[in-house]
T-cell receptor, first 113, second 114 residues
Framework: GNSVTQMEGPVTLSEEAFLTINCTYT??????LFWYVQYPGEGLQLLLK?????DKGSNKGFEATYRKETTSFHLEKGSVQVSDSAVYFC????????????FGTGTRLKVLA | SAVISQKPSRDICQRGTSLTIQCQVDSQVTMMFWYRQQPGQSLTLIAT?????????ESGFVIDKFPISRPNLTFSTLTVSNMSPEDSSIYLC???????????FGQGTRLTVV
């Protein structure tokens, strides 16, 4: 079945460091890919998305490119801030009309001042 | 987009009791879902809430334990029945509109069973 594998955390970085959180997926067909962020005590918020191969999603300095050849959707940010501290979830949606989501295990990011 | 409100935001319940969580969307949506997020873990889909018919449950989840209602296109409830400490989780409501490729999530209900 479909699945999402995400690098384990926690990831601890200093402010202004470069961030990469790896995400790979297994899917039949052509899923849509997402990164969601969960700040402490809050629900999930969409960070960025890509709906087809080679699409690049971007938002708030974060980027991820849908790589079909490597089945990856790695999240990157050039310079993290303390306010980026949160849990990041990679997810895929089966484009089969069911709109079910499969989530990765989540990666906790802690950014130190 | 859609704004989703969940009630209650948190609760502490005695084992053996039941809790009903409400999910209200500010616009009509085609699909609504319920997820569980156990402590320190990812989200697991419990079921798809179907408007006007029985919910579609994922493997490992049954209607007797998690009855779901969806009386219209903007509202759904999830009941966690006969609770045990293992049911302590965050329960999230999600909705999808045909105009968007992404799903929207409520703030979640943090349930602690003692």
């Amino acid at each position: 079945g479909n699945s999402v594998t995400q690098m384990e955390g926690p990831v601890t970085l200093s402010e202004e460091a470069f961030l990469t959180i790896n995400c790979t997926y297994t899917a039949t067909g052509y899923p849509s890919l997402f990164w969601y962020v969960q700040y402490p005590g809050e629900g999930l918020q969409l960070l960025l998305k890509a709906t087809k191969a080679d699409d690049k999603g971007s938002n708030k300095g974060f980027e991820a490119t849908y790589r079909k050849e490597t089945t990856s959707f790695h999240l990157e940010k050039g310079s993290v801030q303390v306010s980026d501290s949160a849990v990041y979830f990679c997810a895929l949606s089966e484009n089969s009309g069911t709109y079910k989501y499969i989530f990765g295990t989540g990666t906790r990011l802690k950014v130190l001042a | 987009s859609a704004v989703i409100s969940q009630k209650p935001s948190r609760d502490i319940c005695q084992r053996g009791t039941s809790l009903t969580i409400q999910c209200q969307v500010d616009s009509q949506v085609t699909m609504m879902f319920w997820y569980r997020q156990q402590p320190g873990q990812s989200l697991t889909l419990i079921a798809t809430a179907n408007q006007g018919s029985e919910a579609t449950y994922e493997s490992g989840f049954v209607i007797d334990k998690f009855p779901i209602s969806r009386p219209n296109l903007t509202f759904s409830t999830l009941t966690v029945s006969n609770m045990s400490p293992e049911d302590s989780s965050i329960y999230l409501c999600s909705a999808h509109t045909p105009e968007n490729t992404e799903a929207f999530f409520g703030q979640g209900t943090r349930l602690t069973v003692v």
